[in-house]
């Protein structure tokens, strides 16, 4: 099987200003790596031999700007999340294709998810973290502390397979997928869902960035 895969990053990231004005994937999130490098990194390292930028900038700064399995997709105006995977379709090959949101990383094998997309789509599910710490009392006395304990919920993880075929059917041309789009493709009985209990780790704001640095920097202690 031939594994492609479109990286969603575009996008602004207004959530992480005033505290940087680095576009979202040329974060460092370890000592050699941006974000968008590592996810590069990661497809290439599950033999995916055409990974397509999906933004509204090309990246020179990007280690992997050269490699001949990393091309772009530039659009001139914002097309949104459907938009943007839609029009980077077409430079897929294969009728299935890998598609990820630059600031979700997770650690597994994407070529499982291929598994569940038989119907025409799959979705990676994960649980999240309560924000806060979970308190149970009993008669005012408070009987277990839990700190961000995991949610017992399933949400999107931002990483997806979908066929050529249902994307040209049912994504706009302009928008986001992640509304209209999925909720008939689930309608109609298309996705299915891979349930994920790995760590995921999203940057949405500084403090994101701060402790996935920390996460990294960890691993590559223990490492050496």
Not at 61 to 82: D, I
Not at 123 to 152: C, S, Y
Not at 201 to 222: C, G, M, P, S
Request: net charge positive; glycine share 6%.
């Amino acid at each position: 099987m031939r594994y492609e895969a479109i990286i969603l990053c575009g996008g602004k990231g207004w959530r992480l200003k005033p505290d940087t004005w680095t576009p979202k994937p040329l974060l460092k999130i370890s000592a050699d790596e941006t974000l968008l490098d590592r996810q590069i990194r990661w497809l290439l390292e599950h033999d995916f031999s055409n990974i397509i930028l999906a933004s509204n900038r090309s990246f020179p700064e990007s280690v992997y700007f050269t490699n001949p399995a990393v091309q772009p997709c530039l659009e001139k105006k914002k097309l949104g999340t459907g938009g943007a995977l839609k029009r980077a379709a077409a430079l897929v090959n294969a009728d299935q294709f890998y598609a990820m949101n630059v600031d979700d990383i997770v650690f597994y094998d994407p070529r499982k998810l291929y598994e569940y997309a038989g119907r025409g789509a799959a979705i990676l599910l994960a649980q999240p973290r309560l924000l806060f710490g979970k308190i149970t009392t009993r008669r005012n006395m408070v009987t277990k502390f839990e700190d961000r304990p995991l949610l017992d919920i399933w949400v999107s993880a931002g990483h997806y397979v979908f066929s050529n075929k249902l994307v040209e059917e049912y994504f706009p041309d302009e928008g986001d997928f992640e509304r209209k789009a999925m909720q008939k493709i689930v309608s109609d009985k298309f996705l299915n869902g891979l349930k994920y209990r790995g760590d995921w780790l999203t940057v949405n704001t500084i403090k994101d960035l701060v402790k996935i640095r920390e996460y990294f920097e960890t691993r590559q202690t223990k490492r050496t």
